[in-house]
């Protein structure tokens, strides 16, 4: 991509108001794109501490999340990524790109060099979302590879001046051995224009196999367990690019159903390793007796009946209830829409890429300045890393972009259901008895 199609990403003017080139296909835009990631330090002296201490080696960072800020006048816009710290020499696990593509801490180095060892700072971030009250949550798993040096802790960051505005360490009542919370998805109830006090966050634990729900106005947290987070034994091999992992990974990517007044919402989740796709009432999750029993009645939560071909990462939903969405094999990024039935034929594919599209790890709506929404995706070669047969030598993580209307140009995601007047919404699923004892799945067609 030339430098200045790049600027056009960057600079919020012309995000809001004029992407020259970018409706001459429905393809995505590279936004930006590493063969291994290459950071902004403080100092020459701070780099050198960090290769000399092995806190930064370079190939060893591994990026996994992408979100966006949008900011008015002279202000660039900003792209945040996550570098997990699966092992040593991620010198940075929360950064802001620039034009050169290096990574600069944020929100500054201080926070990051301690590596486990500060646990007012950051440990090793995978996720993170930026809402719409212009915060940005961090969950900090706490854990460096296998060693928890921190408690888990979620984080915000008011993005106006860069400032922590919140802080919640879990407890352990909260997390076991083998939590690692991954996936924040923030759920904001406002009363009135600009009103944030209503907000819960919803987090997967991936490696714990539960969620966790964080009701921010009074800094509580409680667990929920459930079958549905575990992953499925027989979808925990992973082949990309002809290339063939084994990751037992449970509940990971997770979306939220648009905010109705009046209307509870709804959260879509899924394992990793799995090829179904899950709903819940936000309502169910909510509620804190969940701190007396963490386990939810089987009934409350509920799986679609029909699968996807394949695993898929990361998911988002954008303002009308469509739900986007990366496939292993191909890679490639699919939409649903969510008022029909979840089902292969009503999967719709945007773009499909061997090379370009592997492994969706990040994938978001972001809001630009003029109002449109925007689709973003992170991809990278995670086979590689999962085998290690990564090589510098070639390209291996790319951030796409690209405004939603050109994404669903001509889908059939756009089209409303023919059997439904109200457009939205009508594939939630829900138990319905028959035949005395047994149940079948129904969808229902209103909220």
Not at 4 to 9: D, L
Not at 92 to 120: F, I, K, M
Request: one cysteine or more; proline letters at 6%.
């Amino acid at each position: 991509m030339s430098f200045g199609i790049e600027r056009f990403f960057l600079l919020s003017y012309c995000l809001a108001c004029c992407w020259p080139g970018l409706g001459a296909r429905s393809n995505f835009r590279v936004v930006r794109q590493w063969a291994e990631l290459e950071f902004a330090f403080p100092s020459e002296a701070a780099r050198r501490n960090a290769l000399e201490r092995r806190y930064f080696v370079p190939g060893n960072s591994v990026p996994i999340d992408v979100d966006v800020q949008h900011r008015q006048g002279a202000f660039q816009s900003r792209i945040f990524i996550t570098i997990p710290r699966f092992d040593e020499g991620r010198p940075v696990t929360l950064g802001t790109v620039d034009e050169q593509g290096r990574v600069s801490a944020y929100p500054d180095y201080s926070w990051h060099d301690n590596q486990g060892q500060n646990c007012d700072g950051l440990t090793s971030v995978f996720r993170i979302a930026i809402d719409e009250c212009n915060r940005l949550w961090v969950m900090d798993t706490g854990k460096i590879g296998d060693h928890q040096w921190c408690p888990p802790q979620l984080l915000a960051f008011n993005l106006m001046n860069d400032m922590l505005v919140f802080r919640h360490r879990f407890n352990q009542s909260i997390y076991t051995s083998t939590s690692l919370f991954v996936t924040p998805v923030v759920d904001v109830r406002p009363q009135s224009p600009g009103d944030c006090y209503d907000t819960f966050v919803y987090v997967a634990d991936v490696a714990g196999y539960g969620l966790v729900v964080v009701d921010v106005a009074r800094s509580r947290s409680w667990r929920v367990t459930h079958r549905l987070f575990f992953p499925f034994p027989s979808r925990g091999t992973f082949t990309i690019d002809g290339e063939s992992f084994d990751l037992m990974d449970g509940v990971l990517g997770m979306s939220l159903s648009p905010l109705r007044r009046g209307k509870d919402r709804y959260l879509y989740f899924h394992a990793l390793a799995s090829t179904t796709e899950n709903v819940v009432r936000t309502a169910v999750l909510r509620n804190d007796s969940f701190i007396d029993n963490i386990n939810a009645d089987p009934r409350s939560i509920n799986v679609f009946p029909e699968e996807r071909p394949t695993q898929a990462a990361a998911e988002a939903m954008d303002r009308n209830g469509i739900m986007y969405f990366g496939l292993m094999e191909p890679p490639s990024i699919w939409c649903w829409n969510s008022a029909t039935e979840y089902s292969p034929r009503n999967f719709h594919r945007i773009a499909m890429d061997r090379e370009t599209l592997q492994f969706a790890s990040g994938v978001k709506i972001i809001n630009n300045l003029k109002g449109e929404q925007e689709l973003w995706v992170l991809t990278s070669s995670f086979q590689r890393v999962m085998t290690g047969s990564l090589t510098s030598d070639r390209v291996n993580f790319r951030i796409h972009a690209e405004k939603i209307p050109i994404v669903l140009a001509n889908s059939p995601c756009l089209v409303p259901p023919k059997d439904h007047n109200h457009g939205y919404h009508a594939n939630l699923i829900a138990p319905v008895k028959h035949s005395g004892l047994s149940y079948r799945y129904g969808a229902v067609s209103s909220l």
